[in-house]
């Protein structure tokens, strides 16, 4: 394995107080936020009710969802009013100029039915397109659209309908996928849905511009629950999305473009936030990263990662900020999680996450495994690089760090700087990496003695102390 460089900072006696880090100039954060603006709407409301929906578990609002929704698009625009109460619902589709709103006490109850998110629709599933289930809420080329209010959002997922895919007939499917994408197979001819047990997202705009997602709690999602595909402006905001099921992911902006997710909750069976381009040769033909979103003021808590950046990255990702977010679970692994591998590739560059409060993590505070699922096996070594942690403090993990690269792919630029690390049990693990730099770290272990990390003697690939 070919050694660590280490670029080591002048010795330090002690850590600064916080926010004692040097101005860096302009702050990419709020440059990228004063771009973002949430969409507006007329003041004009659509309530379904008005459209023949009532409550409970007898009535299927479907239809009368579908009419106020094209109602409120066809006058220009507005808010399709969801009194409280249940409602009982399948697919819904957005237009533009719509806002869904859900009243207080009002909760949407979808269907756990296959058969009522078909006929298909244009997707991307798992970072491959094809054809697929519709989400339970989804739009495909609309401008200016919402999902808003204080009420819930209920997939009715359950190990007895959408969560057993997993570990069942959903596998040969997604092995189908992976070899039409390979093998460039149109997307008009990966045709799945009804037999192809591939379950569906809960929210997926695609292609879309002016997105807002705000105030909604969703529970029981089939698969992501939040899942913006290529598009442009979007806020996520105070959402709290809490789903335990496998591959539950809370938010996945996918090959977007100025994102914004702020005063989230997140308690999920997967990563809280999963930033992703496209897997394999069907990312890199899409060839779109996933840039210019920030994370700020959420709450993680059961999950892989509080945020995770891969692992379909082909198409790249650059820009990403997490800043004043708390992560602390027993059930969550990892504060930021960095994956790809040989197969899947991209250039991931230009990640900060700064005063982020870390309670406890399962295995370290930074995780870089390009060695995830296919590992070095292929021919697109990722490529890491000016990955920077500033300010952020933990209480309880095993490690700080745990990367690990391959010959060929590239990490390199990780710099933690004005952080304190306390409750470690384990060596940091650290092979195939370029340069590390600490400046003003505290580390202490479990049972204390803490000291001030300033230099590094070089690894030659083994765990390190």
């Known amino acids: 394995m070919s050694p660590c460089r280490f670029i080591l900072a002048a010795a330090l006696a002690c850590l600064p107080p916080a926010g004692a ?42 239809a009368a969802l579908r009419q106020a929704i094209a109602a409120c698009h066809a006058a220009g625009g507005g808010r399709v009013r969801v009194p409280a109460g249940v409602w009982r619902t399948s697919a819904i589709h957005l237009l533009s100029r719509v ?25 991307r599933w798992e ?28 997939g009715s997922a359950t190990a007895d309908n ?19 994408g390979e093998r460039g197979v149109p997307v008009a001819g990966r045709v799945f849905g009804e037999g192809g047990f591939l379950r569906p997202n809960f929210i997926q705009p695609y292609r879309c511009r002016n997105v807002l997602i705000e105030g909604v709690t969703i529970v029981r999602s089939p698969m992501w629950a939040v899942n913006p595909v290529l598009c442009t402006n979007v806020t996520v905001r105070g959402v709290h999305v809490d789903s335990h099921g496998p591959n539950n992911d809370g938010c996945d902006p996918e090959s977007c473009r100025d994102v914004l997710v702020e005063r989230c909750v997140f308690d999920a069976g997967d990563d809280c936030i999963a930033i992703k ?47 004043r977010c708390t992560m602390d679970s027993p059930n969550l692994d990892r504060a930021l999680r960095i994956k790809s591998n040989a197969r899947r590739g991209g250039t991931v560059e230009g990640v900060v996450m700064r005063q982020v409060k870390v309670g406890r993590v399962a295995e370290a505070v930074l995780t870089v495994d390009l060695l995830y699922e296919e590992g070095a096996r292929g021919d697109h070594p990722p490529v890491i690089r000016d990955v920077r942690l500033e300010e952020i403090t933990s209480v309880a993990s095993p490690r700080v760090l745990w990367i690990v690269g391959f010959p060929g792919a590239t990490v390199d630029g990780i ?19 370029g340069t590390l730099e600490f400046d003003h770290v505290l580390i202490e272990p479990a049972g204390g003695n803490s000291r001030s990390r300033s230099s590094m003697a070089p690894s030659s690939g083994s765990p390190r102390p």
């Not at 806002?99 to 997707?123: I, K, M, W």
């Not at 989400?135 to 819930?152: K, M, R």
């Not at 033909?285 to 950046?309: L, S, W, Y």
């Not at 004005?418 to 049990?425: E, S």
């Open 21 to 62: 880090s040097a101005a860096r100039g302009p702050d990419p954060a709020a440059e990228i936020v004063a771009r973002i603006r949430a969409p507006e709407f007329p003041a004009k409301d659509f309530p379904i009710t008005d459209y023949g929906a009532a409550p409970g578990d007898a009535a299927d609002c479907t």
């Open 99 to 123: 806002n869904l709103h859900l009243d207080e006490g009002a909760t949407l109850r979808f269907s756990a039915a296959p058969a009522d998110y078909l006929p298909v629709v244009f997707t």
């Open 127 to 154: 970072g491959t397109e094809c054809m697929n289930y519709s989400a339970l809420i989804y739009a495909f080329e609309q401008e200016d659209i919402a999902v808003t209010g204080a009420g819930v959002l209920d």
């Open 162 to 180: 959408w969560w057993a895919w997993k570990s069942g007939a959903q596998a040969a499917a997604r092995a189908r996928l992976r070899e039409m």
């Open 277 to 323: 381009s496209g897997r394999d040769d069907d990312g890199r033909r899409v060839g779109v990263p996933a840039e210019n979103i920030v994370v700020r003021d959420c709450a993680m808590r059961d999950g892989h990662a509080g945020v995770a950046i891969g692992s379909e990255i082909s198409g790249g990702a650059r820009n990403i900020i997490v800043e």
């Open 415 to 433: 710099r933690l700087s004005d952080c304190q690390f306390r409750g470690l049990t384990d060596a940091d693990v650290v092979r195939d990496a």
